[in-house]
């Protein structure tokens, strides 16, 4: 297993490039299967998350190229089989939005019951009922979910709390539904409205998407995909706590301000100076591009946050504002409400020096804390890369262990992070 050797104290300076958006990619490539036509994505991130995925569509019968620079051909014509096995699913729960396209395109669907992870118990509850709610007949076999539906029709879907699979899940499956589908209480992250726009050039009927109300007109058949991926919006935030934790002057390119909003309030209100450069002409066009550019000329100030569905705070950054959080000048608050158990980076922190307390869902963090290096363990995507953004800050050297979470959701962190001047490698454990 690999790890990740960080000599903390480099300000970091210079330029860094955002690629796309894993939570966008992974239901874009399960998107495939809803059309017999090929398939291409751009922009695709280099993770491993996105190798799982292909995975499971070739293990579907799918055919998928993978060309440099994040270019994916997907075609689904000739898949034959309608089971998402435990192996996969298990390894990246995402798999679980296959459930949605299979029982459309084919309506059956055999998905492995996706069980629970290092955050949190993770049911699909309300994947099924709404699902329910289009006339699928849903049982639970064997650790598997079977879902049979000669033909979607569909239905007025209530969702108890905004779940994102679960609003994808059903975006998918009511593309091909007969009739109308109208979901309330949807996610509205900007993952769902890059579906809807790549399922509305298939040919899709979809209002809504974006906002707690999308109406959907079900359609025949779907036709080919051509679409580029949306910028990671947590990546790109994970760059500028990076700038902001050491104290640096980085420019985020792909960075879309419009969908870091809450991120940047906070940031802001920590005293960091935000701007979003002028693009050079001719460079993507609107929508597509962006930049932002992060200066953290003081200690950062305490921060109050609550984690929430989109647009509020998300709880992607959460695990990063909390190492930024330690080096305030003051005691900070965060109030996990999304996941159960995502506080999995307090410990490591804690091995640093970090004054972290827990009661419940709030964590107060202790500020002005000098955190040294130390040698600690990866538990979660976003928790690991806390610990690489305390190391960059800490006084001496910090060893991040388990980097294959890292790796799940961050392409080339370790060279990206050198490139602004940070001393970081990557080593064989
Ligand atoms: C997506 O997970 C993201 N993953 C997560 O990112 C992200 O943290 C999460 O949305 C919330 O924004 C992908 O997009 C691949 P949810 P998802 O359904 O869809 C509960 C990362 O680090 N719930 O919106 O699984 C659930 O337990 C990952 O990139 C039910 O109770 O999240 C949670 O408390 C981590 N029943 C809340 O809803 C259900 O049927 C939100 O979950 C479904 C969800």
């Known amino acids: 297993m690999d790890k990740i050797v960080i000599e903390g ?12 958006a894993k939570n966008a ?29 292909g995975k499971l569509l070739a293990g579907l019968g799918a055919s998928i190229e993978r060309r440099p620079g994040g270019e994916v051909l997907i075609d689904c014509s000739s898949v034959d089989q309608w089971e998402a096995p435990y192996d996969l699913v298990r390894k990246m729960r995402a798999s679980f939005v296959a459930l949605g396209p299979l029982l459309a395109r084919f309506g059956r669907a055999r998905v492995s019951w996706p069980g629970g992870c290092a955050i949190g118990s993770r049911p699909v509850d309300i994947h099924l009922s709404a699902l329910a709610r289009l006339g699928a007949k849903i049982e639970q076999r064997h650790g598997y979910v079977e879902a049979d539906a000669r033909q979607l029709k569909g239905g007025h879907v209530i969702f108890e709390k905004p779940s994102v699979g679960a609003t994808e899940n059903l975006l998918m499956a009511a593309c091909l539904a007969k009739g109308s589908t109208r979901l309330e209480n949807a996610a509205r992250e900007p993952e769902i409205v890059d579906l809807a726009e790549a399922l509305a050039k298939m040919g899709a009927h979809i209002e809504g998407a974006g906002s707690s109300i999308i109406e959907i007109e079900g ?6 995909m051509d679409h580029e991926v949306v910028s990671d919006r947590i990546v790109a935030a994970t760059y500028l706590v990076a700038a902001a934790i050491t104290g640096g002057d980085v420019v985020v390119r792909g960075a879309r301000p419009e969908h870091l909003q809450s991120p940047l309030e906070v940031l802001t209100a920590m005293g960091a100076t935000i701007e979003t450069p002028t693009l050079p002409t001719g460079s ?16 950062p100030r305490p921060l109050q946050i609550g984690t929430a569905p989109y647009p509020g705070f998300p709880t992607d950054l959460q695990a990063q504002f909390m190492a930024l959080a330690c080096f305030a000048d003051g005691d900070s608050t965060i109030e996990e409400s999304i996941f159960e158990n995502r506080f999995m980076h307090v410990q490591e922190l804690a091995r640093m020096g970090a004054e972290i307390s827990l009661v419940g869902h709030r ?5 002005a804390k000098l955190l040294s290096g130390a040698p600690v363990m990866a538990t979660d995507l976003r928790a690991s890369v806390s610990l690489v953004l305390a190391g960059l800050a800490a006084r001496g050297r910090t060893e991040v262990l388990r980097v294959y979470h890292l790796d799940r959701g961050y392409e080339s962190i370790e060279q990206k992070l050198s490139c602004l001047g940070a001393d970081i490698r990557r080593e064989r454990d």
């Open 219 to 224: 359609v025949e058949r779907l036709a080919a």
């Open 363 to 367: 964590a107060t963090v202790r500020g």
């Open 9 to 20: 104290g480099s300000r970091l300076q210079g330029e860094v490039e955002v690629g796309g």
């Open 284 to 299: 993507a066009g609107p929508g597509r591009a962006g930049a932002l550019r992060l200066v953290m000329a003081q200690q």
């Open 25 to 53: 990619a992974l239901p874009l490539m399960l998107a495939a299967l809803l059309t017999d036509e090929p398939c291409r994505l751009t922009k695709v991130p280099g993770v491993a998350d996105i190798d799982t995925a």
